[in-house]
T-cell receptor, first 113, second 114 residues
């Protein structure tokens, strides 16, 4: 039931765009996105609740397609500071009301000058 | 600022030792979690707690136990450490239930079992 992220790794030049996908085989209640820089703790980016919403701040946005049970994270005009490993965390429909997340395996993003 | 602290950043233990990893949060959060992080496998949930003295198994609880005697403190226990438990361990807390938002992570404990 671990969600599957794709791609596993991506290398970009500054200013290029990237899309990271997160797919689940179970019906989703919410999708959370986190970024972890090397040697640091994961940091929350955003949460998307079921209903097919899209969110964003600055040049990082995300969408949630409830029917496809899939979320995508969009990074536009990437900056060096975007480098890190991105994780999606999923809450399933019908799961206990604990905020428990099941995380994907991660996507490593490297932005080069 | 929300703060989640873990007792050690680095720990080296011998096979068969009993190991305690401590996590403390200062924001009165209800729910706390223990994950282990391994390359290519992401963050896998070991145990979580939704109230004092209440706990629930995650996806990989074998070889671990937990204790939550006070709201702010959640301990992970390796009863008899083995080399396959060498990993990064992350603790997290969240204010409430489903869809309630951000999990706050501690800095992690890198445990090596020799």
């Amino acid at each position: 039931q671990q969600p599957v992220q794709s791609p596993q790794a991506v290398i970009l030049r500054e200013g290029e765009d990237a899309v990271i996908n997160c797919s689940s085989s179970k019906a989703l209640y919410s999708v959370h996105w986190y970024r972890q820089k090397h040697g640091e703790a994961p940091v929350f980016l955003m949460i998307l609740l079921k209903g097919g919403e899209q969110k964003g701040h600055d040049k990082i946005s995300a969408s949630f397609n409830e029917k496809k049970q899939q979320s995508s994270l969009y990074l536009t005009a990437s900056q060096l500071s975007y480098s890190g490993t991105y994780f999606c965390g999923t809450e399933f429909n019908g799961s206990s009301n604990t905020g428990k997340l099941i995380f994907g395996q991660g996507t490593t993003l490297q932005v080069k000058p | 600022d929300v703060k989640v602290t873990q007792s050690s950043r680095y720990l080296v233990k011998r096979t068969g030792e009993k190991v305690f990893l401590e996590c403390v949060q200062d924001m009165d959060h209800e729910n706390m979690f223990w994950y282990r992080q391994d390359p290519g496998l992401g963050l896998r949930l070991i145990y979580f707690s939704y109230d004092v003295k209440m706990k629930e198994k995650g996806d990989i609880p074998e070889g671990y136990s937990v204790s939550r005697e006070k709201k702010e403190r959640f301990s992970l226990i390796l009863e008899s450490a083995s080399t396959n438990q060498t990993s990064m361990y992350l603790c997290a807390s969240i204010i409430g239930g489903a869809g309630s938002g951000e999990q706050y992570f501690g800095p992690g404990t890198r445990l090596t079992v020799t």
